[in-house]
């Protein structure tokens, strides 16, 4: 097995306060991982620092062999990452169709070209009648983004997320502020669409965690404390101890 | 449903060269020529700036510098074409233009599209201070107050062109005015232009799937300056002449002014702006000196109560129509449409004697307006004036809501049938 992401002692800080403090993790080619940690551990941060949106301060990250350090989000796309976000981060004046149909441009080599029809673009369409297909929005595929409930908007922001076929995806709490029901369908959709990917996902839901990972990484104050099967962690008592405070541990890890 | 977009989309663009061809022959006197060749030059460079405004969502304030740089390329081409250092017909100078527009939105495009939203507006600003400063500072390429002229009627003619009558000047900006919108309408069907759309949306999101949000924008801009720069060759053939008035800032805000009127939302709306924005500004400035005021007006209005501007009122209402449910809203829309214009009256009755009274009542206090004498310092002139207000307003304030209500169900009830297709 290849390595896919590889983090070495990456630190970031913001002013005096250190959020990240050399995290390192090895996540392999086809995993899924889910990133776990209490409010504030710096997850987020941490998917920024992955991504591209904010550049560390010291440590390396490296994505399928290759340095990604210093690059911007952009060159980062290119070379086969891909993330969505906790906050629904969609084109929300485009329709459905159109939002797709940006997400898989580049991957498809059309880049800034302004001398091919996108109308005449085969590869481009069936791409996004494929995507749209699996995130069950083929029939909403006119209506403005904007304007989609708040479930269709986050299967939307899965749909550009994978849209461009990368091999590594980050998914930022893709199931916050869904129903039971909607984060069931939601789970069902992130395991058809990452068959055969890389996932790398922070997820707050234990019921999605344990129902979808292979390995969890366990983030508390800008450190991995630990990086094990479901299995493992939830019987991991240095884990139930940092992560929650040690006093509620079997209602969530049950 | 395909063929028949097709088919529609075929019928509008032949409509549209039939109409270019046929205006001219209707409206042939001096003056409407005149006023064509500016509607059709300002239609170009509305469609340009919309690029910007309403694909890219860059709001410049600076947009006359690649259209006004451009004429003076244009002129000083003409003129070495006119000293025989060159040959070209005068039928390929607004090409000349677009390259010169591309080549300074390269320049500067690349400094004012390293940002977005506001600070982009600010650079924009600078930048047609800054030119327009230039164009007093060299007086060598700006010919300094006066400008530069030039004479179009110059060398052979071009398969019997010489650009000597006016009609002919007309047709030239007819046929760019066809093949650059043509153009420009490709452009918002190709994969840049979608991705300036999303970049307009959301420039952050666009970064992590690929594109760099600046080199949208900074492609998008150095494409619009180039059809900025045909209209500044055509207007520079017109006109035979460019001074620092065309790099300024005050014209980069009438493309602005006009280009939202017109309608942002829409291929089409800088076109109807450039119409009603030409027809204001030389029209209306030959009739009252109080146009400028009017021309505010209405644009305030537009962008408070109808931002998606004249052409999304005209779409709005037309999409009633082919619901077949106009006839429901018709009686409400001519009451509000009729109590609106005698309050208008009333104001322009106003606003014109009181322009007349502080700036013409040298010349005595009578005027003469629609055909009446009218003595501003008698009270007859005012009371007209101010019950046709009152009228028009009470009017307004007991018409606007069943307006208002018709209006609301009628499309609502249209999103309904809308709704129910998709689903």
């Known amino acids: ?254 | 449903m395909t063929t028949h977009v097709n088919l529609t989309r075929w019928l509008i663009w032949m409509g549209f060269a039939a109409t270019l061809i046929i205006a001219p022959l209707v409206f042939h006197s001096g003056a409407s020529l005149s006023l064509l060749s500016q509607m059709g030059t300002m239609m170009i460079l509305g469609l340009s700036y919309n690029m910007l405004l309403g694909q890219g969502g860059m709001l410049s304030f600076g947009h006359a510098v690649y259209s006004g740089l451009a004429a003076f390329c244009a002129i000083h081409a003409m003129n070495y074409v006119g000293n025989g250092e060159i040959w070209m017909p005068i039928t390929l100078i607004p090409l000349i233009g677009g390259v010169a527009g591309m080549c300074f939105g390269i320049v500067f495009g690349y400094v004012t599209t390293r940002k977005s939203g506001t600070t982009f507006s600010m650079i924009t600003l600078g930048i047609v201070e800054l030119v327009f400063a230039c164009s007093l500072m060299l007086p060598g390429f700006f010919g300094g107050e006066g400008g530069v002229s030039t004479n179009r009627v110059t060398g052979k003619p071009f398969f019997g062109l010489s650009y000597g009558p006016q009609i002919q000047v007309v047709y030239l900006i007819a046929f760019w005015l066809f093949v650059s919108t043509v153009g420009m309408f490709a452009f918002t069907q190709t994969p840049l232009s979608r991705m300036i759309n999303a970049v307009r949306d959301n420039p952050d999101r666009a970064e992590f799937i690929g594109y760099d949000a600046q080199k949208v924008r900074y492609l998008t801009l150095v494409i619009s300056a180039f059809f900025a720069g045909i209209a500044g060759g055509l207007s520079a053939i017109n006109f035979e002449m460019a001074s620092a008035e065309n790099v300024s800032a005050i014209r980069s805000g009438a493309i602005l002014i006009f280009t939202f009127l017109g309608g942002i939302g829409y291929f089409f709306g800088p076109m109807v702006g450039a119409v009603i924005g030409v027809f204001l500004t030389v029209m209306l400035s030959g009739i009252t000196k109080a146009w400028q005021l009017y021309l505010g007006v209405f644009f305030i209005i537009i962008v408070m109560y109808a931002p998606s501007g004249v052409a999304g009122l005209m779409m709005q209402n037309f999409r009633v129509m082919k619901y077949g449910k106009f006839s429901r809203i018709a009686t409400c829309l001519a009451v509000v449409s009729i109590a609106t214009s005698i309050a208008s009256l009333g104001i322009i009755i106003g606003v014109e004697m009181l322009y007349h009274l502080s700036l013409e009542s040298g010349n005595g206090s009578e005027m003469n307006l629609f055909g009446w004498t009218i003595d501003t310092m008698k009270s007859t002139g005012w009371i007209v004036a101010g019950v046709l207000l009152a009228t028009g307003a009470i009017a307004f304030t007991y018409s606007r809501r069943p307006f208002q209500y018709a209006w609301r169900t009628v499309n609502a009830e249209i999103d309904d049938l809308i709704h129910k297709g998709n689903a």
């Open chain 1, 1 to 254: 097995m290849t390595v896919s992401l590889d983090l070495n002692k990456v630190c970031k800080r913001f002013g005096a306060t250190e959020i990240i403090r050399g995290t390192s993790l090895q996540i392999m080619q086809g995993e899924r991982i889910a990133l776990i940690g209490p409010n504030g551990a710096g997850k987020s941060t941490l998917f920024n620092l992955i991504s591209g949106r904010s550049t560390c301060d010291a440590g390396d990250i490296i994505l399928n062999g290759k340095s990604i350090v210093g690059l911007r989000p952009f060159e980062i796309n290119r070379r086969g990452l891909t993330r969505s976000f906790q906050t629904t981060n969609i084109f929300h004046g485009l329709s459905v169709y159109e939002n797709l149909r940006c997400a898989v441009l580049w991957s498809l080599g059309y880049k800034y070209s302004f001398w091919h029809r996108l109308n005449g673009l085969k590869d481009v369409h069936a791409r996004v009648e494929n995507v749209m297909e699996q995130i069950a929005l083929a029939r909403r595929r006119n209506v403005a983004a904007g304007v989609l409930t708040y479930a269709e908007q986050r299967a939307l922001e899965i749909g550009i997320t994978i849209a461009g076929d990368a091999g590594l995806i980050l998914l930022d709490e893709p199931t916050a502020g869904m129903s039971r029901s909607e984060s069931e369908t939601a789970v069902e959709l992130i395991r058809k669409v990452t068959t055969g990917k890389t996932l790398l996902m922070v997820e707050h839901d234990m019921n999605v965690v344990f129902g979808l990972a292979d390995k969890i990484a366990v983030l508390v104050h800008g450190e991995i404390i630990a990086f094990d099967t479901p299995a493992n962690i939830r019987s991991n008592s240095s884990v139930q101890e940092a992560y929650l405070g040690g006093r509620v541990s079997s209602e969530i890890f049950a």
